[in-house]
């Protein structure tokens, strides 16, 4: 089993910036890539930005320019440097790592840090 640690939510004023990380650990085999969605209440979960191993990168339009994805130098860990933070940013942010060791790959959330963009 795959287990995945976020961190790095909290309340930030509009115009600010918060780093959000997640680490995976566990059953890994192959990571293939690893990202974030976040959910907004009463909205469904959406795609923030993805990353794969070959360093691949997908932004929803709404954070391009604004957020940036990486990943450490083990590969396991996936950061969300986010700038120019909105009220729209606001947000439960979902970590998902997809692992293709397994057949079928294995899709893994983690359980959500929680973004506030407020003045």
Request: proline share 3%.
């Amino acid at each position: 089993q795959v287990h995945l640690v976020e961190s790095g939510g909290g309340l930030v004023q509009p115009g600010g910036s918060l780093k959000l990380s997640c680490t995976a650990s566990g059953s890994i085999r192959s990571l293939y890539s690893m990202g974030w969605y976040r959910q907004a209440p009463d909205k469904q979960r959406e795609l923030v930005a993805t990353i794969t191993t070959g360093d691949t990168v997908n932004y929803a339009e709404s954070v391009k320019g604004r957020f940036t994805i990486s990943t450490g130098n083990a590969k396991n860990t996936v950061h969300l440097q986010m700038n120019s933070l909105k009220p729209e940013d606001t947000a439960v942010y979902y970590c998902k790592v997809t692992d293709i060791g397994y057949y079928p790959s294995k899709v893994t959330w983690g359980q959500g840090t929680q973004v506030t963009v407020s003045s």
